[in-house]
């Protein structure tokens, strides 16, 4: 079983900052692939970004530029630093570790994007 613990979320304006960070408990951290997921309101989850063991990125096209996915195996976190947000980022982020057979996921942290 991993347990994963999400902080960093809030009430920004548009085009100011944030950075979620998830702590992930388990020995194996650096053997999953960890991922942001976000869900907003009448809407389904959609991946944000995703980060291989290796360090292999993938973002959604929406966020290309402005999010950054970073992780640090030695202090089982992984982080998403978000710039530049707008109003249509608002939603709660996921955080997720996945392996073969099996993911986890936080239990999500509400980033609001408003004037």
């Known amino acids: 079983q991993v347990q994963l613990v999400e902080s960093g979320g809030g009430l920004v304006q548009p085009g100011g900052s944030l950075r979620l960070s998830c702590a992930a408990s388990?020995?194996?951290?650096?053997?999953?692939?960890m991922g942001w997921y976000r869900q907003a309101p009448g809407k389904q989850r959609e991946l944000v970004a995703d980060i291989t063991p290796g360090g292999s990125t993938n973002y959604a096209e929406s966020v290309k530029g402005r999010f950054t996915i970073s992780r640090d195996n030695a202090k089982n976190t992984v982080s998403l630093q978000m710039n530049s947000l707008k109003p249509e980022d608002t939603a709660v982020y996921y955080c997720?570790?996945?392996?073969?057979?099996?993911?986890?996921w936080g239990q999500g942290t509400q980033v609001t994007v408003s004037s």
């Open positions: 997720n570790a996945k392996i073969p057979k099996s993911d986890w």
């Open positions: 388990g020995s194996i951290f650096r053997f999953y692939i």
